[in-house]
């Protein structure tokens, strides 16, 4: 955050009604990112993240997201949106402060692509309605 | 930092270092930092830091890549020697054939029927059917064995966080993902919970 430097942006046009009668709906819940070892050096994070809200309004808009590796937690992420006004787009921003590591731990990510995976659940009224996935690689080969 | 399936238009990533800045090293005509316009199932990259990331892959794009090379002309499954012993051909075929189905429900935690029997694994073993389809050469466009959440969708039901006890979960206890992701299947919404018992 202090150096500012942009690891990473990205943005998805709106799809139109053609495109989306060929697209799985579910198709998106899935992400895979591929990182250099470098990143697991990294302290903290911050995502910006724009959404756009439809005609209802949302009440206590909340994500968790968990990290496991091998199916261990790493970290267990809690973000508070609160109230979304309907019709909105609106921006916010995500601090990921990362758990310390050890060197072996890291060693064992880098050397395990793909075993580093992460969970996100969406709320909204304490209810669940979307939950998407992605895993890491640290190898930093694409 | 999994991207949001609709809704979200943008991400952006920045990051605040503590460590020491590495010492300069000799850039070439294409610096880590320029800007990478490329697009991914829909998405456009504006923006790719080579120094900390180097690639990004979507569900559909991974399926498509299977899919593709899922092909009896194409598989070289004997490239290389799987740790554990399954058919692989079960596996290039499961995905051919789910990609096919494009089923309009998402669930992640089930595989689909075998002999007429539903199983269940840990989303986060390793998938030795597409591990020795990933580190065949045609397969390294997949960049790494498939996860299990895409080769099978269901619509994800709304639960009630109340059973999900998420606020109370201890972070020192063990990651229980599969534990968690049974609950998330088996939940019942307060108010069923109240009818049924009203009922009897």
């Known amino acids: ?142 | 930092i999994s991207l949001p399936a609709s809704g979200f238009s943008s991400l952006q990533l920045n990051v605040k270092a503590t460590l020491k800045p590495e010492a300069d090293k000799p850039r070439c005509s294409s610096t880590p930092c320029s800007p990478i316009k490329s697009t991914v199932s829909g998405y456009q990259i504006l923006h790719m830091n080579s120094n900390y990331l180097v690639g990004f892959t979507t569900g559909e794009e991974l399926l498509k890549l299977a899919h593709k090379w899922s092909g009896p002309e194409k598989s070289n499954t004997e490239a290389l020697p799987s740790p554990v012993k399954k058919p692989v051909d079960l596996g290039l075929h499961r995905a051919s054939r789910i990609y096919k189905a494009k089923s309009r429900f998402y669930q992640p935690y089930d595989i689909p029927a075998v002999n007429g029997r539903r199983r269940r694994r840990m989303p986060s073993s390793s998938e030795s059917c597409f591990r020795s389809l990933a580190a065949s050469e045609p397969s390294k466009a997949l960049h790494g064995p498939l996860p299990l959440c895409l080769l099978k969708g269901k619509r994800a039901h709304s639960k009630s966080l109340d059973y999900l006890n998420l606020d109370k979960m201890s972070l020192r206890e063990p990651a229980d993902t599969e534990v968690l992701q049974y609950q998330l299947q088996h939940l019942t919404l307060r108010g069923e919970r109240m009818f049924n018992r009203n009922k009897t």
């Open chain 1, 1 to 142: 955050m202090e150096t500012g430097i942009v690891l990473f942006e990205i943005t998805k046009p709106p799809l139109s009604s053609e495109d989306r009668k060929d697209i799985d709906p579910n198709a998106g819940r899935f992400v895979r990112y591929q990182f250099t070892p470098a990143f697991l050096r990294l302290r903290q994070v911050g995502a910006t993240v724009e959404f756009t809200v439809g005609d209802i309004p949302i009440n206590n808009f909340r994500m968790i997201e968990r990290h496991y590796f091998r199916g261990q937690l790493l970290k267990s992420f809690d973000f508070e949106f609160g109230f979304c006004i309907p019709s909105s787009k609106n921006t916010c921003e995500h601090i990921y402060e990362f758990p310390p590591l050890s060197e072996e731990l890291i060693h064992e990510m880098i050397l395990h692509p793909y075993e580093t995976q992460s969970d996100s659940f969406y709320f909204v009224d304490n209810k669940l309605v979307m939950h998407n996935k992605a895993d890491y690689s640290y190898t930093g080969a694409q």
